[in-house]
């Protein structure tokens, strides 16, 4: 299966133009694989978001796809995804893995089952100043700090604002490094300026619970409202208290809202929405709330009827550059042991490049935005992406359960949430009602003696 669209054919006449024929980046002939064995969920998946540019870097190769989509089933505990891809790539032996999960790029990792990257990348020339280092330190999370693989591109969000509105009212603009507390006591500002029903919204996310911003807020500091790794609740704290109170406080003073859009049935009984019941529920494109959040790009000065910015979102505390919001993408990995090894990492090498880069400006990439620091210099309205870094996770938390779990935590909290909403019981009350049941449903769910029997997080 190929494609050859309008993408194709800008990355080969770039190429040419480039002179890419004379550079490092090109694979050599020896390079070139009659056949590269690729692990993705899908074929359809793989050509989707890569195959215009394995075909301009191996226009003769043959592609095998490996299915990796029962090792990927979601209805499973992550203790059997993570077996399932162990045997999986001990038994199909791909070349080049793209993987989704980071638990799975860890698992694969720490089992000796990917290969360094930091040789193939010193003999190409590549250095870790070329690649932004929020990524760099994702590719690093596993037991021995080194990388074994390399995320093309990563997500990370804007906090767009309505210029138009702050001028109105005489708000400062928000600016880049602004924490969580200091976004909504700007928002607020806002409801203590018109508090009418018809009045301006100070931060309006749709598809966000009260239950999803405490989240956020507490995810960008660092927080975790439970240890997975260690087995323990740890939502009964002074700090934690602090931002329930935050967030109540904002949601019942109108400063934040939410709203959900109209859902639809698809044929096959999943539920979905689309272009139109979302943009019935985007209240700051409407042009009635002062901020938001959303992807880079997500807005469009020619479209909308009012001027607007975007700085980088809420960031941690400590350091004023972390957001909960930054993750590396899609992660392409070597096997180690791999008689393609080479191959492959030209591959990865030309998808973390300045001239993917270059391409990506004109082009939409569905692989997120370029990890190649070059890009900044060619997009203006991301620079600002690349002082972005991840929130700090404890080690011991980047452990994943099933998806029952998540379903009971989160139903669970949205329920006791609720319920402070509602005046029904205090914070304090809930915070100990959200303890106890929290570490009743981390007890039966018996992750973390799987962990530690695994020894991905060993001492």
């Not at 032996?93 to 999960?101: M, S």
């Not at 591959?347 to 070059?374: H, R």
Request: aromatic share 10%.
């Amino acid at each position: 299966m190929r494609r050859g669209g309008l993408l194709l054919s800008a990355l080969l006449m770039l190429l040419v133009l480039l002179g890419l024929g004379g550079c490092s980046d090109e694979p050599d002939e020896a390079q070139q694989p009659a056949v590269l064995k690729v692990a993705d969920t899908n074929e359809q998946n793989f050509y989707r978001l890569y195959g215009d540019y394995i075909s301009a870097v191996f226009p003769d190769a043959r592609i095998e796809l490996v299915s990796t989509q029962a090792a990927s089933d979601y209805t499973v505990s992550a203790a059997e995804r993570q077996k399932r891809w162990v045997e999986l790539v001990r038994r199909e032996q791909p070349d080049l893995i793209v993987l989704w999960e980071d638990e799975i790029y860890r698992a694969l990792a720490n089992e000796g089952l990917l290969a360094d990257l930091s040789p193939y990348m010193k003999d190409s020339g590549v250095t870790q100043e070329q690649i932004h280092p929020g990524v760099l330190e994702l590719m690093k999370q596993n037991r021995d700090g080194r990388i074994y693989g390399m995320a093309p591109g990563f997500s990370a969000s804007q906090l767009y604002y309505n210029e138009d509105m702050f001028r109105k009212y005489g708000i400062d603009l928000p600016h880049d490094g602004m924490t969580w507390a200091e976004m909504l006591q700007l928002a607020y500002r806002f409801t203590a300026a018109d508090s009418s029903p018809d009045g301006p919204i100070g931060y309006y996310q749709s598809f966000m619970e009260p239950a999803d911003l405490a989240y956020s807020v507490g995810d960008t500091e660092g927080m975790a409202l439970y240890r997975l790794g260690a087995g323990k609740m740890t939502a009964d704290t002074p700090a934690w208290r602090h931002i329930f109170d935050t967030v109540l406080a904002s949601y019942k003073n109108g400063t934040f809202r939410s709203m959900l859009p109209k859902a639809k049935v698809g044929e096959d009984g999943e539920t979905y929405y689309d272009q139109q019941a979302m943009s019935s529920v985007d209240l700051f494109g409407k042009g009635q709330a002062a901020m938001t959040l959303a992807s880079p790009g997500q807005y469009d000065p020619s479209k909308t009827k009012f001027a607007f910015g975007s700085v980088n979102p809420p960031v941690d505390e400590a350091t004023r550059t972390r957001s909960g919001s930054f993750y590396a993408n899609q992660k392409l990995a070597i096997r180690s042991g791999s008689p393609e090894a080479k191959s492959s990492w030209a591959f990865i090498q030309f998808m973390i490049s300045d001239y993917v880069a270059k391409v990506s400006v004109a082009q939409q990439l569905e692989f997120g935005v370029p990890s190649n620091m070059s890009y900044s210099n060619y997009d203006n309205s991301k620079a600002a992406l690349y002082r972005q870094m991840p929130a700090i996770q404890p080690f011991d938390d980047i452990v994943s359960a099933g998806r029952s779990f998540y379903e009971e935590m989160w139903g669970m909290l949205r329920q006791e949430m609720n319920a402070a909403l509602a005046d029904k019981q205090s914070v304090d009350e809930m915070l100990k009602r959200v303890q106890q049941q929290g570490q009743r449903l981390i007890d039966e769910s018996g992750v973390r003696a799987f962990e530690q029997n695994d020894g991905s997080h060993a001492d």
